[in-house]
């Protein structure tokens, strides 16, 4: 989970940046961390995790995917807030209710050049 957490990170900080290549990107990664996550067939207090993965992938992210594509800021926030609503909303339920992940407000890595053409 931390994979994900840290590309959802770099994901915020591309699209902030309007680099749609790199948010697209990081996009891929977030779907391939998520796959291999669903593939461990994790239950957490009666949560199938790999189930809520899969509705996430199939809404959220594909919400997600559809604002990359469409170099939308606005829809870019709003899905990202819904994605992560989705996040915590299975923490909730799993009884985890103490992990609640938000916007970054700060970069996950600060070895990485953001805005697109960028030296």
Known sequence: MTTIQLH???LWFAAKAANWELA???LDELKETMEAAKGLNAEKNGVKIS???DSVLQSQVAE???SI???S???FQRSYDETLSA???CHES???RFIRIVRPTAPPVTNQVWEKGSK
């Open 94 to 96: 799993a009884g985890y």
């Open 24 to 26: 697209e990107y990081e």
């Open 69 to 71: 594509k469409s170099k």
């Open 8 to 10: 959802a990170g770099k």
């Open 87 to 89: 996040c915590n909303g």
């Open 73 to 75: 800021q606005t829809t």
């Open 51 to 53: 189930n809520v993965l």
């Open 64 to 66: 997600l995917d559809k």
